[in-house]
Every structure is written in C-alpha cells, then in structure tokens.
C-alpha cells in the first residue's frame, strides 16, 4: 500500500511537472502568435500610412459641371466655359497652369489712370482666384462664354498659342449691378497654352485685347480690374 501510495505520488508529480511544462510551451506559442499577429497588424498599418497617395483625377465640382481630360487646347477652353457656366472654382483654376500670368489691354490700364497699376501690374494666378471668387458671389449661376476661333495653335509643340474673340454674358445678382442686370463683355484674347509631362494642356499666359468692334462692351480685363 506505501508503495503504491508512493508510485502514486511520483506519478502525480511528474504529471504535475509535465502540465506545466506543456503549460509553458502553449503559453510560450500563445505569445509567439499574439507577436506575430501585431507584427502583421503594424505592418499593415504601416503600409497604409506609408503607402503612395493615388494621382488625383479631374476636379471635384459635383456632377452638374463636366470636366473633359485636357489632351488639346480646344477641351481646356471646354473646360472654362463649363466651370463658368457652373461657378466651378476648382474647375476655372485647374484650366490655369502655375506660372500663369494675366495682361490686359493698354488702353484699359490707361483709362483707369493712376490705379490702372494697382488693378492689372504683375497679375498672378493668386489674383484670378481672387477675381474669379468674386464674380461668383456676384452672379447668377449660368455664366456664358462663346469664343470664336481666330488663330489655330500648332499643337505640335510643347507650348502655342491660339487667338478667340470672346463674348462673355454675366447676369448679376449683387455688387455694383442691379439684381437680373445682364451685362456682355467682349475683347480678343490670346491664350498661351503648355503641354505637360502627362501630355495635359494648360494656359499660362492671358493676353486681353479690345474687339476690333466692342459696340460698346467692355473687356473681360476691365472686369478683373474691379474684382482685385
């Protein structure tokens, strides 16, 4: 009987020492695993902040005002006229390139005597957000350009040029026009285009000139002038 009580005893106690061995070796792979999960889970997360930011695509105005990709000069002014038509900020800035520079005609400088310099020197594109802002918060939406071909650009090159007549129609809600006033603004305009690396076009040079004819109208140049 003492020795089976005893083989009993030794028994238990290798059994003892056994569970806890094999108690060490799960939590140990319990361990191992919950490393292993974190270490992905770091990973992963890391791999999300790290990652690369997608290209962005053509500005976001909301579906009512279309964007065509600009692969010619015809599609940027495309895309003018529709963020006009539209009030589209972002669509009107991205037609722009970064080096953009805005020249009115020389007479409207003149005419607008000593403060023709504070309205139309050194127009960058900080200054055509300014005005273009403006004359959103002025307008009704639904602005109109019409612009006739004069001078096709030779889109062979990197960087051309290309001359429209402009008519411009702006129905005015506030600011220094009656509410409903309807008001058409015409001129010449130059626009010097730049193709990118992507193959994109962009205007970086605007060159406003009076119509040959304005029967009365003022330029669109006369109308950045009052919004700077």
Same mark, same amino acid.
């Given at each position: 009987?003492? /020795?089976?009580?005893?083989?009993? +005893?030794?028994?238990?106690?290798? $059994?003892?020492?056994?569970?806890?061995?094999?108690?060490? *070796?799960?939590? =140990?792979?319990?361990?191992?695993?919950?490393?292993?999960?974190?270490?992905?889970?770091?990973?992963?997360?890391?791999?999300?902040? @790290?990652?690369?930011?997608?290209?962005?695509?053509?500005?976001? &105005?909301?579906?009512?005002?279309?964007?065509?990709?600009?692969? $010619? $000069?015809?599609?940027?002014?495309?895309?003018?006229?529709?963020?006009?038509?539209? %009030? =589209?900020?972002?669509?009107?800035? !991205?037609?722009?390139?970064?080096?953009?520079?805005? /020249?009115?005609?020389?007479?409207?400088?003149? #005419?607008? =005597?000593? &403060?023709?310099?504070?309205?139309?020197?050194?127009? *960058?594109?900080? !200054?055509?957000?300014?005005?273009? #802002?403006?004359? @959103?918060?002025? +307008?009704?939406?639904?602005?109109? *350009?019409? @612009? $006739?071909?004069?001078? #096709?650009?030779? %889109?062979?090159?990197?960087?051309?040029?290309?001359?429209?007549?402009? %008519?411009?129609?702006?129905?005015?809600?506030?600011?220094? /026009?009656?509410?409903? &006033?309807? *008001?058409?603004?015409? =001129?010449?305009?130059? @626009?010097?285009?730049?193709?990118?690396?992507?193959?994109?076009?962009?205007?970086?040079?605007?060159?406003?000139?009076?119509?040959?004819?304005?029967?009365?109208?003022?330029?669109?140049?006369?109308?950045?002038? #009052?919004?700077?």
């Amino acid at each position: 009987m003492e /020795h089976l009580g005893q083989s009993q +005893s030794d028994l238990l106690g290798e $059994t003892s020492g056994t569970s806890w061995t094999r108690a060490r *070796v799960a939590a =140990g792979a319990r361990v191992a695993l919950i490393c292993l999960a974190t270490g992905v889970l770091v990973v992963a997360v890391s791999g999300c902040i @790290f990652s690369p930011r997608d290209p962005d695509g053509p500005p976001d &105005e909301g579906p009512d005002i279309p964007w065509v990709t600009p692969t $010619t $000069t015809d599609k940027v002014l495309q895309n003018l006229a529709a963020a006009l038509a539209g %009030e =589209g900020i972002s669509n009107y800035m !991205d037609c722009l390139g970064d080096s953009f520079r805005f /020249h009115v005609d020389p007479q409207d400088s003149l #005419d607008a =005597g000593q &403060e023709g310099e504070d309205r139309y020197a050194n127009w *960058v594109r900080d !200054d055509e957000a300014t005005y273009i #802002d403006g004359v @959103f918060l002025d +307008s009704a939406v639904g602005i109109d *350009v019409v @612009f $006739t071909t004069v001078e #096709d650009p030779d %889109e062979n090159d990197d960087e051309t040029y290309r001359r429209d007549d402009y %008519e411009l129609t702006i129905v005015w809600q506030s600011g220094d /026009h009656q509410p409903g &006033e309807s *008001v058409t603004y015409r =001129g010449q305009v130059t @626009f010097w285009l730049r193709r990118d690396e992507t193959q994109l076009w962009s205007i970086f040079r605007w060159v406003d000139r009076r119509a040959a004819n304005p029967g009365g109208s003022t330029t669109w140049g006369i109308l950045r002038g #009052d919004y700077r």
